[in-house]
């Protein structure tokens, strides 16, 4: 990835005005999908916050909201590809986007 998408990325996140624990919500969910609520209780946010924080990644499309028929009640949240990419290369740094590349070890 360019040092020119780089800056989009980062100028995307700011226009759809995310804030700091939009951006902790992608990275808790980096790895893997995530309840609502377990996201909530780990960054310290009530339930309605951690609803608008969920609206905010939909909306910039860098998470979904996805629902399972084994626990229809609860809800979670999955990062998209461009989330991803936002996570990847610009939370987590240059060094990591390496590392994770598979040809950085050939």
Do not use: W
């Amino acid at each position: 990835m360019t040092t020119t998408e780089l800056d989009q990325l980062l100028s995307y996140a700011r226009d759809k005005r995310l804030g700091l624990t939009a951006l902790h919500c992608l990275l808790t969910i980096s790895e893997e999908e995530q309840k609502l609520s377990f996201i909530a209780d780990y960054l310290g946010v009530s339930s309605s916050a951690m609803t608008g924080h969920a609206d905010a990644l939909e909306a910039a499309d860098l998470a979904r909201r996805v629902n399972r028929s084994s626990d229809r009640r609860a809800s979670y949240l999955q990062i998209t590809a461009k989330g991803g990419d936002l996570v990847t290369n610009c939370l987590l740094g240059p060094a990591y986007a390496c590392a994770a590349t598979p040809t950085f070890f050939q």
